[in-house]
């Protein structure tokens, strides 16, 4: 089992950055592929980016392609999510989503094992 727990949220204007992190505990890090989440108020959870155990590779929506950037540290336990240039239909609960299989991440949020609680993102035009 592992514990995810994301911080980093906040307020921003439309064109800024922020980065959020997402600090994993329990079992072997490596040994998950991770995702970042987003659910927006009145809207399903969806998929914003996933990226492999390795980290060698990542899966971008469309939406946030040239915007977003994830990484992972396997060493610090923890994955980040970039974000730049910064739109109000970015505002959203962002959550951290961990799986042993890529494309359970990739295909989720349905069947993904563990959760954090999310962090909220707000972005004001």
């Known amino acids: 089992q592992v514990q995810l727990v994301e911080s980093g949220g906040g307020l921003v204007q439309a064109g800024g950055s922020l980065r959020l992190s997402c600090a994993a505990s329990g079992r072997t890090f490596s040994s998950y592929t991770l995702g970042w989440f987003r659910q927006a108020p009145g809207k399903e959870r969806e998929l914003v980016v996933a990226?492999?155990?390795?980290?060698?590779?990542?899966y971008y929506v469309e939406s946030v392609k040239g915007r977003f950037t994830i990484s992972r540290d396997n060493a610090k336990n923890t994955v980040y999510l970039q974000m730049d240039s910064l739109k109000p239909d970015d505002t959203a609960v962002y959550y951290c989503a961990a799986d042993p299989k890529l494309g359970t991440v990739v295909r989720g949020p349905r069947g993904v094992n563990y959760w954090g609680k999310g962090t909220l993102v707000t972005v004001s035009s």
């Open positions: 990226i492999s155990r390795t980290g060698n590779g990542t």
